[in-house]
């Protein structure tokens, strides 16, 4: 044999050995044949009685899914107690522009003192270190 016949068929059988790898252009994604599920089969509904919209009803959806949810879990929006209208009463309506006054420069605030403001400035903490101190 002549050496240029070995040396092709040196080439020929790396080449076939190198297409048993893993790797390179030749490996390719292949789906995963455990992750397959089957679909149940479609079933038809027992029923068909269904009847259609009157002219002019309410759509029986009416509303947004939250008022919906609040509507079934607390039976709808309930009358006010005496004491809540009473105290609605008393405490009088609101100004409508009420939230525009508010940021305004000119307008008279209360302070609350140095102890409302030693609270809101405490550090976070766990509670650890905390003392109530009880008047006598």
Known sequence: MTKFVRIAIVAGLGALTAACG?????????PDEFAVQRQAPLVVPPDFNLTPPQPGAPR???GTSAEQALDVLFGGPAPRSQVETSV??????????????????????VSKGAVTRDIIAAPEGDGANAQALIPS
Do not use: W
């Not at 893993?22 to 490996?27: K, R, V």
């Not at 609605?88 to 605030?109: K, Q, Y």
């Open 60 to 62: 029986p959806a009416e």
């Open 88 to 109: 609605l009463d008393r405490a009088g309506a609101a100004d409508p522009g009420i939230r525009s006054e508010v940021g305004d420069p000119e307008t008279a605030t």
């Open 22 to 30: 893993s790797g390179g252009f030749l490996d390719r994604d292949r």
